[in-house]
C-alpha cells in the first residue's frame, strides 16, 4: 500500500507540474519536471533544518523505490521502444554510418578520456580514485540519454539530418554504453587479471549482438501476429509484451534489452506500422504509446529532482559535479571529432554541426541509475553526487540552450 501511495503522490505532483509548465513556464517537460522536482527536493531540505522528521519521512518514503532497479528494470524498457517508434528507419539507414560509428567509437573515446580526465583531477585534489572507478563514470556519462535527448530536441528546431544523427546515436549509444559499463564493473569485482581481453570481447558480444537477435527476433514475432488480425486492442496488447516480455527474456539471457527494445521499436514502427497494421491500430497505438511515454517521462525526471533529498551532496563535489560537466562536453566534442576523422566523414559534419551534437548530447536518468547501481563503497558516494550535478548541469543549463546555440549556427 506504501508503494501505491508513493506513486500516487508522484503521479499527482507530475500532473500539477505539468499543469503549471503549459501555462506558465512553456519549457521542454523534462526540463520543467527536473527543475520544479529539484526546487521541491531543495524546499523539503530547507524544511528539514526546521523539522528533522520530515525530511526523514520524505527520505524513507523515496527509498521504497530503488531508483536504479526502477528505471533500469521497467522503465527504460517503455522508454526506449516508444522512442524508437518514431524513428524513421530510411533516415537511420542513410545515416547508419555515422550513427554506428559515433555510437560505437565515440563513446568508447569519450570513456576513456572522461574517465581520465577524473582521474586527473581527484589526484589534483588529492582524493585519488583507482582508475577502474574512474572509467566507470566514464562509461556511464558518456552515452547520451535517449530519453531526455527525445524528450528536450523535439522542440529545438534542428535539421532533420541532425536530428537523425543525434537520436539515432542516443538511441544505440545508451546500450553500447550499457554493456561497456556491465564490462567495466566485471572487471572491478574480479580484477584485470582474471578478466582478459578474450573475456572482455566475449562478453561485450554476448551483451550486444544478444540485444540486436533478440530485439530483432521479438520485433518479427510481434509484426507476424499484428498482420494476421486487424484488432486494435490485441495489437496494442502484443506491443505491450514485445516490450514486457522481450525486456525480460534478455534479462534472463543476460543480453542488452536497452538494444533489443530499440531493434523491435523501429521494426513496429516502420514495417509493423506500414504493413501489419489498419489505419485505426495505427492511430490507437501510436496515441498509446504516446500517453505512456509522456507519463512514464514525467515520473522519471519527477524523480531525478527528488532523489537529490537522499544524496549526501558536499560542497566540494558540487564544485568536482561543475567542472567534469564542462570536460565531459569538451571529450564529447574530441571524440565526435575524433571519429568524424577516423571514419572520413568530417566533410558531412562541419566544427558548427560537431558543437551542435556535443551540446545537445544530453545526460539524464540512465546515468544516475548506473552510477546508484554501484556496489557500496567509499567511491561511489563520490560518484553518485558528481554524477548527479553532471545530470542536472546537462538539462537544465545545455537543454534549456541548445535552440539558441542552434540558431546561431542557422
Known amino acids: ?52 522528521s520530515f525530511t526523514a519521512l520524505i527520505e524513507k518514503e523515496l527509498s521504497l523505490i530503488d531508483f536504479s532497479d526502477f528505471l533500469l528494470g521497467i522503465l527504460l524498457s517503455f522508454l526506449l521502444f516508444a522512442g524508437a517508434l518514431h524513428v524513421n528507419l530510411s533516415d537511420l539507414l542513410r545515416a547508419s ?12 573515446i569519450s570513456t576513456v578520456l572522461v574517465g581520465y580526465g577524473f582521474y586527473f583531477i ?17 562509461a556511464l556519462i558518456s552515452p547520451t540519454d535517449p530519453i531526455a535527448v527525445m524528450g528536450i530536441l523535439k522542440q529545438a528546431g534542428l535539421s532533420k539530418a541532425m536530428e537523425t544523427n543525434i537520436i539515432g546515436e542516443s538511441l544505440f549509444n545508451d546500450g553500447i554504453g550499457v554493456v561497456v559499463f556491465a564490462t567495466l564493473l566485471k572487471i572491478a569485482s ?12 566475449l562478453l561485450f558480444l554476448q551483451e550486444a549482438g544478444g540485444g540486436l537477435l533478440i530485439g530483432g527476433l521479438v520485433g518479427l514475432t510481434g509484426y507476424q501476429l499484428m498482420k494476421s488480425i486487424d484488432h486494435f486492442q490485441t495489437e496494442i496488447l502484443i506491443s505491450l509484451a514485445m516490450v514486457m516480455g522481450g525486456y525480460s527474456l534478455c534479462h534472463l539471457l543476460h543480453v542488452s534489452g536497452p538494444l533489443a527494445m530499440v531493434v523491435a521499436g523501429i521494426m513496429t514502427g516502420n514495417r509493423g506500422k506500414a504493413l501489419a497494421m489498419s489505419d485505426m491500430t495505427r492511430d490507437y497505438l ?17 524523480l531525478i529532482g527528488l532523489e537529490i533529498v537522499i544524496v549526501d551532496f558536499k560542497l566540494i563535489y558540487i564544485i568536482i559535479g561543475l567542472v567534469m560537466s564542462v570536460v565531459v562536453v569538451t571529450f564529447r566534442f574530441v571524440a ?66 541548445i535552440s539558441r546555440l ?5
Do not use: H
Not at 554510418?97 to 568508447?108: C, E, Q, R, Y
Not at 574480479?190 to 570481447?201: E, L, P, Q, R, T
Not at 498509446?288 to 512514464?296: G, M, N, P, R, T
Not at 542552434?406 to 542557422?410: P, S, T, V
Open 336 to 401: 565526435l571529432y575524433t571519429t568524424a576523422g577516423l571514419f572520413r566523414f568530417i566533410k558531412d559534419f562541419p566544427l558548427s554541426s560537431l558543437k551542435i551534437m556535443a551540446w545537445g548530447g544530453l545526460r539524464g536518468g540512465i546515468s544516475v541509475a548506473l552510477a546508484l547501481s554501484l556496489p557500496t563503497s567509499p567511491f561511489k558516494n563520490i560518484i553518485v553526487p558528481v554524477t548527479f550535478v553532471i545530470v542536472l548541469f546537462s538539462i537544465l543549463i545545455q537543454g534549456l540552450t
Open 1 to 52: 500500500m506504501e508503494i501505491f501511495l508513493l506513486f500516487s503522490v508522484l503521479i499527482t505532483l507530475a500532473a500539477l507540474f505539468s499543469y503549471l509548465n503549459v501555462r506558465i513556464l512553456k519549457l521542454p517537460s523534462g526540463i520543467s519536471l527536473m527543475l520544479l522536482g529539484a526546487l521541491a527536493a531543495l524546499t523539503v531540505i530547507c524544511i528539514g533544518y526546521i523539522s528533522g
Open 122 to 138: 581527484m589526484d589534483l585534489l588529492d582524493k585519488p580514485v583507482p582508475i577502474i572507478y574512474c572509467l566507470l563514470l566514464g
Open 406 to 410: 542552434i540558431k546561431r549556427y542557422k
Open 190 to 201: 574480479v580484477g584485470i587479471g582474471n578478466f582478459g581481453a578474450g573475456a572482455i570481447g
Open 97 to 108: 554510418k555515422s550513427i554506428a560509428s559515433f555510437a560505437v567509437m565515440g563513446t568508447l
Open 286 to 302: 501510436g496515441k498509446f504509446w504516446e500517453v505512456i511515454d509522456e507519463i512514464l517521462n514525467a515520473v522519471l525526471f519527477l
